[in-house]
């Protein structure tokens, strides 16, 4: 069975607070809009799903690869986590040393498992993790932060994917930590607008996570944001997510 929602999850650069977004969309998903969710950690260097998720693989990937292990060998190596998110860890030296063509039959393979939600948690910046699993998604997801930096290294990987790979996603991003919502909707409007200039690329804007030190909170207390409710960031996420998947809102 092929998962209805395929998202990747990714940054042109390492601190943008990726996973924990990447995260909080797949609770969202499993617990406020009740889909088989599965979250694939696919950060080959740093990762960290596992640790919001409060679940700790007796066996990556590393151990189940034979040349291509096919879904049946996958499923034993997801956990299932208390929050009722499924979680694949791939971050084996297997996988850093895997070639795109043994990712892109990974990834062949990770979309018959019987899921309604699929998230790639991929490492930040151009890598072979983001090409080889970028072609099946229908969504990708640039999470940036608000400052120069973070818009020139987002420019850049927008760039580098369509000079290296193939893929018809939609392609969205949003602002994360961002302290004004109206310096965000403008910087946004420029980064658009300089995307669509030098790359012709579509690029759509889903919204901006506020500053919020509950989610520094949640972090710490290694959990999805979502789970603090009433705090600013998880209403902003709530919202992100509705348009993302296409989900009324009430």
């Not at 909707?185 to 506020?210: C, F, H, K, M, T």
Request: net charge positive; aromatic share 8%; charged share 20%.
């Amino acid at each position: 069975m092929s998962a209805k929602h395929v998202l990747t999850v990714f940054s042109g650069k390492g601190g943008t607070g990726k996973t924990v977004v990447s995260s909080s969309l797949a609770l969202y998903c499993a617990r406020e809009w009740s889909k088989r969710t599965l979250i694939v950690d696919a950060d080959f260097n740093l990762p960290n799903v596992h640790l919001l998720f409060k679940v700790f693989p007796d066996a990556t990937l590393g151990d189940v690869w034979s040349g291509r292990p096919g879904p049946a060998k996958l499923k034993s190596i997801i956990q299932t986590s208390e929050l009722g998110v499924d979680v694949l860890s791939l971050f084996a030296n297997t996988a850093k040393e895997m070639s795109r063509p043994a990712l892109s039959r990974l990834a062949a393979d990770i979309l018959k498992l019987p899921y309604d939600v699929v998230i790639f948690d991929i490492g930040a910046g151009i890598n072979n993790a983001l090409l080889s699993f970028m072609p099946i998604a229908d969504t990708a997801l640039l999470v940036s932060l608000n400052d120069p930096f973070s818009f020139l290294d987002a420019f850049k990987t927008i760039q580098q994917l369509g000079r290296h790979t193939d893929h018809e996603a939609r392609l969205c991003f949003l602002l994360n930590q961002s302290y004004r919502e109206k310096d965000a909707l403008r910087a946004s409007v420029d980064l658009i607008r300089l995307v669509d200039e030098q790359l012709s690329v579509n690029l759509a804007y889903l919204g901006a996570i506020p500053y919020d030190p509950s989610i520094r909170e949640s972090v710490s207390r290694q959990e999805p944001f979502l789970l603090s409710r009433r705090s600013p960031g998880a209403k902003a996420l709530r919202a992100v997510a509705a348009t993302l998947f296409g989900i009324p809102r009430a």
